[in-house]
Structure formats: structure tokens, C-alpha cells
């Protein structure tokens, strides 16, 4: 069965750090790998996609790395800013199915 | 382009009640989804319909909710009767990849609070 974790669970940074979030999975079957952005009281967003057969993916100050080997995804912000502040979840498409798993995520604070 | 709509934003009622949400997905999207997002968790899947027919169902729980997409377009989801653990957001989303996971987007969610 898919699993898939997200650390840290929280996270409070001054504007202008450069942060990486982490996604593991257990099961290295996968089609795809999505992270999403979620505003309090909003839906989710989505800010990457990665395929399978790709290593990484960047849009903005957002750079997205996909190891299936060793389960993991990062997702890197470069100099975080207020509006950055949200939830990050990471989910996993598996190989033999078209429904998403979801990580807990990651809950950003960035402050002036 | 319109978003997914989903209404009604906010539903309180008490236990053994009943609900029911809408969602109209992006015009053209064949695949819709229904979520749930329990408070501080990720979203878990409860029914994913490719145009009207039900492709994954596993985990919703089929003796108090329901589900249907008629004409392909449209869907409700209703929970009758409602248990004070059904408190959750509901969330639909849609996507127009046929057959393999694409992007999917997501409307704002149906917060549902059973007293």
C-alpha cells in the first residue's frame, strides 16, 4: 500500500531563506508525482508536475526533483517570501491507477 | 476559463442528518474526483468518474455516501445519515487527461461541520 510522508509538518522562516520541503514514498511504482499549494480555506493548487521518467521540474523560484529509486521529492523555494506562506502537499500518482495519493503536508510560514 | 464550481461552501448540520454537495467541473474535462480532507490531513479519495461511469470507488464508504455524474458533466455527492466523522472538507476536482493523471484542478471545497 502507497504511503506518503511529508517532513517537516510545519515550518517558519524570514522572508528572503531559500527552504526545501521533503516528500518520501514507499512504493516506487509511480506514473507521477504533483505538489500542490493550498491556501487556508481554498482549494489546491497545482505547482509541479513531474513524470516519471523525469528528474526534475522548475517554474519560478520553484525547482521540483523527483528520485523514484529512493522515494523522494523535494521541492526547493528560493528566496521565500510572505505570499509564499500556505500548505505544500505532495501526492503520488500510483503506476497502476489514476487516483492521487496525498501526503499530510507542510505547513509554511514565512514572515517580513 | 471558469474554474470548478462547487457549492455550497459551508454546511452545518447535526448527526443522521443529511447532505448534499454539487460540482460542475472545467467545460471538456472528463474525469471528476471527489475528495475528502479531514483537519490537518491530505485529501483522500472517495470516487473518480471518467465521463458518467464510476472508475474507482473503493473508499467511499457506500452504506451512508453517494455519489453520480449524469450526462458526464455535473456531479452530487450526498451522505445520508451524516456522523459526526464525516466532518471534513469535500473537495471536487477535474481533469482532462483521459485514462492517465494529469493536472488536476480543484474547486474551493464544501466545508461540512456535523454537530
Known amino acids: 500500500k502507497q504511503e506518503v510522508t511529508q517532513i517537516p509538518a510545519a515550518l517558519s522562516v524570514p522572508e528572503g531563506e531559500n527552504l526545501v520541503l521533503n516528500c518520501s514514498f514507499t512504493?516506487?511504482?509511480?506514473?507521477?508525482l504533483q505538489w500542490f499549494r493550498q491556501d487556508p480555506g481554498k482549494g489546491l493548487t497545482s505547482l509541479l508536475l513531474?513524470?516519471?521518467?523525469?528528474r526534475e521540474q522548475t517554474s519560478g523560484r520553484l525547482n521540483a526533483s523527483l528520485d523514484k529509486s529512493s522515494g523522494r521529492s523535494t521541492l526547493y523555494i528560493a528566496a521565500s517570501q510572505p505570499g509564499d506562506s500556505a500548505t505544500y502537499l505532495c501526492?503520488?500518482?500510483?503506476?497502476?491507477?489514476?487516483?492521487?495519493?496525498f501526503g499530510t503536508g507542510t505547513r509554511l510560514q514565512v514572515f517580513p | 476559463e471558469a474554474g470548478v464550481a462547487q457549492s455550497p461552501r459551508y454546511k452545518i448540520i447535526e448527526k443522521r442528518q443529511s447532505v448534499a454537495f454539487w460540482c460542475n467541473p472545467i467545460?471538456?474535462?472528463?474525469?471528476l474526483y471527489w475528495y475528502q480532507q479531514i483537519l490537518g490531513q491530505g485529501p483522500k479519495l472517495l470516487i473518480q468518474?471518467?465521463?458518467?461511469?464510476?472508475?474507482?470507488d473503493s473508499q467511499l464508504p457506500k452504506d451512508r455516501f453517494s455519489a453520480e455524474r449524469l450526462k458526464g458533466v455535473d456531479s452530487t455527492l450526498k451522505i445520508q445519515p451524516a456522523k459526526l466523522e464525516d466532518s471534513a472538507v469535500y473537495l471536487c476536482?477535474?481533469?482532462?487527461?483521459?485514462?492517465?493523471?494529469?493536472?488536476?484542478?480543484f474547486g474551493e471545497g464544501s466545508r461540512l461541520t456535523v454537530l
Open positions: 501526492a503520488v500518482s500510483p503506476g497502476n491507477t489514476d487516483k492521487l495519493i
Open positions: 512504493d516506487s511504482a509511480i506514473y507521477n
Open positions: 467545460s471538456g474535462h472528463a474525469t
Open positions: 476536482a477535474s481533469s482532462g487527461h483521459r485514462g492517465r493523471t494529469g493536472e488536476l484542478f
Open positions: 468518474f471518467q465521463n458518467n461511469g464510476v472508475v474507482d
Open positions: 513531474i513524470q516519471s521518467s523525469q
